[in-house]
T-cell receptor, first 111, second 114 residues
Framework: DAGVTQSPTHLIKTRGQQVTLRCSPK?????VSWYQQALGQGPQFIFQ???????QRGNFPDRFSGHQFPNYSSELNVNALLLGDSALYLC??????????FGPGTRLTVL | DAKTTQPTSMDCAEGRAANLPCNHS???????VYWYRQIHSQGPQYIIH???NNETNEMASLIITEDRKSSTLILPHATLRDTAVYYC???????????????FGKGTHLIIQP
């Protein structure tokens, strides 16, 4: 079992650009959540996808959007990047009310 | 938001028990206490969760006070690899039809000293 995988590992973008991050959930998991972790802070919940629909959303602007595919993998898209979007983006997968398993994250740097 | 209070940092000698406290005075009856940890440069890792009874697994023990307003995570024999940031949080895993977002605070940076 490969666990939760994320790609790419690192990414550098400039202000105003758009970025897409990808996540493959742990085998058998149907729910994917995305988190943003700024340096020195705990992860902050962005949104959660279940059955290809956004089920819950945290306090993030519409520039942050996502998608879940029939195979349960997911993408996080961020438009019009700001310097403050520089962070570690974490994906977590779970089954219904079960524990969340996190991937290693994608480190995004916005210049 | 589900708010918890944890010490910013703690030290523990290798081989000793590490006891990490957490206050969660606003927890409601259906909400479970969860503990995760994050080792540097990795994603958070689930440790344990509980409702009101003490829980133990292969990683740790969780002691929840009778009034459920606080809990303690115990690592019985800490090793250097247990150095990490430990997060305590609470949520109702059965609300909203299933799993929902976790609310992380700043956690406790536990440093295991050789």
């Amino acid at each position: 079992d490969a666990g939760v995988t994320q790609s790419p590992t690192h990414l550098i973008k400039t202000r105003g650009q758009q970025v897409t991050l990808r996540c493959s959930p742990k085998s058998g998991h149907d729910t994917v959540s995305w988190y943003q972790q700024a340096l020195g802070q705990g992860p902050q919940f962005i949104f959660q996808y279940y059955e290809e629909e956004e089920r819950q959303r945290g306090n993030f602007p519409d520039r942050f959007s996502g998608h879940q595919f029939p195979n349960y993998s997911s993408e996080l898209n961020v438009n019009a990047l700001l310097l403050g979007d520089s962070a570690l983006y974490l994906c977590a997968s779970s089954l219904a009310s079960g524990e969340q398993f996190f991937g290693p994250g994608t480190r995004l740097t916005v210049l | 938001d589900a708010k918890t209070t944890q010490p910013t940092s703690m030290d523990c000698a290798e081989g000793r028990a590490a006891n990490l406290p957490c206050n969660h005075s606003t927890i409601s009856g259906n909400e479970y206490v969860y503990w995760y940890r994050q080792i540097h440069s990795q994603g958070p890792q689930y440790i344990i969760h509980g409702l009101k009874n003490n829980e133990t697994n292969e990683m740790a023990s969780l002691i929840i006070t009778e009034d459920r307003k606080s809990s303690t995570l115990i690592l019985p024999h800490a090793t250097l690899r247990d150095t990490a940031v430990y997060y305590c949080m609470f949520k109702d895993p059965y609300s909203g039809g299933g799993a929902d977002g976790l609310t992380f605070g700043k956690g406790t940076h536990l440093i295991i000293q050789p």
